[in-house]
């Protein structure tokens, strides 16, 4: 506290690492106490300009990137280009990881949200006890789900423009030219595998032949089938081949989770 020309400046630590000053009467003045007076100007400027919260068209500037949570989902840009023969479940996790790490994303295991029937001595494996836990992002760190409860329930916040690419672009869906929302799961809604008798995984993701069949999901959440607003259960396909699958409004394209 120092008198400057009849009144009080005092400089006092404010909240958040900010400074206050504040003035008042006071008693009569020497030059003396107005050079000190300055001088504590002078050094409360330069703390204001310091330690001042950042204003809103500051914190506007940060780069996304330095504050977007890391991509932990995506719908795979293309598949291998095989129809829903992926190499098994083994060739969809390695294609989730190419797509991934190629994006920037490194470091993280890497799962196909898919699920397998229980063959050739292999038990069947549900895609959502692939995953992990969550939450999950996309790539422009968007919030997709909390953890697998929110993810199979009503209040996911997934559909075209939060589903994206592991490029953090939109997948084409129902109006688009060509449609490519249907998206392998070979799951029902719950993420487990089908118990039903039939084939729902076209041959555990090694087949790519015009009859079999997958469950397939709608990353829209529009269209027809069984349960058209469905992101993993909508309807099954109609063959499994790559020509099959883009008949029908497909591409042979997957989810892929970061555990």
């Not at 120092?2 to 009144?7: E, F, I, S, T």
């Not at 939450?135 to 968007?142: D, L, S």
């Not at 199979?152 to 939109?170: I, P, R, Y």
């Given at each position: 506290r120092?008198?400057?020309?009849?009144?009080a400046?005092?400089?006092?630590?404010?909240?958040?690492?900010?400074?206050?000053?504040?003035?008042?009467?006071?008693?009569?003045?020497?030059?003396?106490?107005?050079?000190?007076?300055?001088?504590?100007?002078?050094?409360?400027?330069?703390?204001?300009?310091?330690?001042?919260?950042?204003?809103?068209?500051?914190?506007?500037?940060?780069?996304?990137?330095?504050?977007?949570?890391?991509?932990?989902?995506?719908?795979?840009?293309?598949?291998?280009?095989?129809?829903?023969?992926?190499?098994?479940?083994?060739?969809?996790?390695?294609?989730?990881?190419?797509?991934?790490?190629?994006?920037?994303?490194?470091?993280?295991?890497?799962?196909?949200?898919?699920?397998?029937?229980?063959?050739?001595?292999?038990?069947?494996?549900?895609a959502?006890?692939?995953?992990?836990?969550g939450?999950?992002?996309?790539?422009?760190?968007?919030l997709?789900?909390?953890?697998?409860?929110e993810?199979?329930?009503?209040?996911?916040?997934?559909?075209?423009?939060?589903?994206?690419?592991?490029?953090?672009?939109?997948?084409?869906?129902?109006?688009?030219?060509?449609n490519?929302?249907?998206?392998?799961?070979?799951?029902?809604?719950?993420?487990?595998v089908?118990?039903?008798?039939?084939?729902?995984?076209?041959?555990?993701?090694?087949?790519?032949?015009?009859?079999?069949?997958?469950?397939?999901?709608?990353?829209?959440?529009?269209?027809?089938?069984?349960?058209?607003?469905?992101?993993?259960?909508?309807?099954?396909?109609?063959?499994?081949?790559?020509?099959?699958?883009?008949?029908?409004?497909?591409?042979?394209?997957?989810?892929?989770?970061?555990?």
């Open positions: 120092a008198p400057v020309d009849g009144y400046v005092v400089v006092m630590a404010g909240a958040n690492g900010s400074f206050v000053v504040e003035s008042g009467t006071a008693l009569k003045t020497t030059n003396g106490d107005r050079m000190r007076a300055q001088a504590l100007f002078m050094i409360a400027g330069a703390a204001l300009l310091t330690f001042a919260p950042l204003e809103a068209a500051d914190r506007d500037a940060v780069p996304m990137d330095a504050i977007a949570e890391p991509m932990s989902f995506f719908i795979t840009n293309a598949g291998p280009g095989n129809g829903a023969d992926l190499g098994g479940i083994e060739g969809a996790d390695r294609h989730c990881k190419v797509l991934a790490e190629a994006s920037g994303s490194t470091g993280r295991t890497w799962r196909a949200y898919l699920s397998t029937l229980g063959r050739n001595g292999k038990s069947a494996e549900n959502r006890d692939r995953i992990g836990t939450p999950w992002h996309n790539a422009k760190g968007v997709v789900a909390s953890n697998i409860e993810l199979h329930g009503d209040n996911n916040f997934l559909g075209k423009e939060n589903s994206l690419s592991e490029k953090g672009v939109m997948v084409n869906a129902r109006g688009d030219t060509p490519m929302h249907d998206i392998l799961t070979g799951s029902m809604p719950d993420g487990r089908s118990s039903d008798t039939t084939d729902t995984t076209c041959d555990n993701w090694t087949s790519s032949s015009a009859t079999g069949s997958a469950l397939v999901g709608h990353h829209d959440k529009q269209g027809g089938g069984v349960r058209p607003t469905s992101w993993n259960s909508a309807h099954p396909s109609r063959g499994c081949g790559q020509a099959n699958l883009q008949a029908t409004g497909g591409n042979g394209l997957f989810y892929c989770f970061a555990m």
